[in-house]
C-alpha cells in the first residue's frame, strides 16, 4: 500500500503562485510514477501533470503547460507542484496520484483545495 498526503492548496488571486506538496509512504513509493489531477466543481476530474519515477521524464496538460512544474524529490518520498499564473480556471481540487506505470494509478491522496480569486 502506498498513502498519499497532499498539501499546499489555498486561496490566492489570479497571477499568483503556490506549491502543492504530496508526501508519499509505504513500501516501494518512489518507484512509482506520480501524477496530479484535478476536479473542478461540476466537472470531471482532468489529468494535469506526471512524472516518472526518477523524475527523468515529465508530462502536462496544454492548460498547465508553460505555468506549471511537477518535480519529485524521492529521498524525501515527496512530489510537487509549482503553479505559477494562476488563472481562475484552475480553482478545483487538486489530487495527488501514484502507479506503477503512467496512465495506470492505484493510489490517490484526499485532494487539496486550490481557488484563484479574479
Known amino acids: 500500500q502506498v498513502q498519499l498526503v497532499e498539501s499546499g492548496g489555498g486561496l490566492v488571486q489570479a497571477g499568483a503562485s503556490l506549491r502543492l506538496s504530496c508526501a508519499a509512504s509505504?513500501?516501494?513509493?518512489?518507484?512509482?510514477?506520480m501524477a496530479w489531477f484535478r476536479q473542478a466543481p461540476g466537472k470531471e476530474r482532468e489529468f494535469v501533470a506526471a512524472i516518472s519515477w526518477n523524475g527523468g521524464t515529465s508530462i502536462y496538460a496544454d492548460s498547465v503547460k508553460g505555468r506549471f512544474t511537477i518535480s519529485r524529490d524521492n529521498a524525501k518520498n515527496t512530489q510537487y507542484l509549482q503553479m505559477n499564473s494562476l488563472k481562475p480556471e484552475d480553482t478545483a481540487v487538486y489530487y495527488c496520484?501514484?502507479?506503477?506505470?503512467?496512465?495506470?494509478?492505484?493510489?490517490w491522496g484526499q485532494g487539496t483545495q486550490v481557488t484563484v480569486s479574479s
Open positions: 509505504g513500501r516501494s513509493s518512489r518507484n512509482y510514477a
Open positions: 496520484a501514484a502507479g506503477v506505470v503512467h496512465g495506470s494509478y492505484d493510489y
